[in-house]
Nanobody, 116 residues
Framework: QVQPVESGGGLVQAGGSLRLSCAAS????????MGWFRQAPGKEREFVAD????????FYADSVKGRFTISRDSAKNTVYLQMNNLKPEDTAVYLC?????????WGQGTLVTVSS
């Protein structure tokens, strides 16, 4: 099992962009599907996007489709979430996970704040 570590969060104005990174330690990164959830204050955790172990399959929540792009670089054991045209409602802690089909390992999260 890999251990994800997120980075790249911060404060951005509405309409701006950020790229989140999720570096996964462990030798079996290539065997893991990866993805992102987010949790806003006072709200439940919600799915954002995921990517298959091969990188050939991606899936997005309707709320981010067309604005966010998930990708992976297996050589760097890293998954990226490119976020464009950010909105205040995107403000949340973004959490990365790694899924090997038997269970998920979660990172600690990175905070994204979008000001209006």
């Amino acid at each position: 099992q890999v251990q994800p570590v997120e980075s790249g969060g911060g404060l951005v104005q509405a309409g701006g962009s950020l790229r989140l990174s999720c570096a996964a330690s462990g030798r079996t990164f290539r065997r893991h599907a990866m993805g992102w959830f987010r949790q806003a204050p006072g709200k439940e955790r919600e799915f954002v996007a995921d990517i298959s172990w091969s990188g050939g399959y991606t899936f997005y929540a309707d709320s981010v489709k067309g604005r966010f792009t998930i990708s992976r670089d297996s050589a760097k054991n890293t998954v990226y979430l490119q976020m464009n045209n950010l909105k205040p409602e995107d403000t949340a802690v973004y959490l990365c996970y790694a899924d090997n089909g038997e269970g998920r390992a979660w990172g600690q999260g990175t905070l994204v704040t979008v000001s209006s």
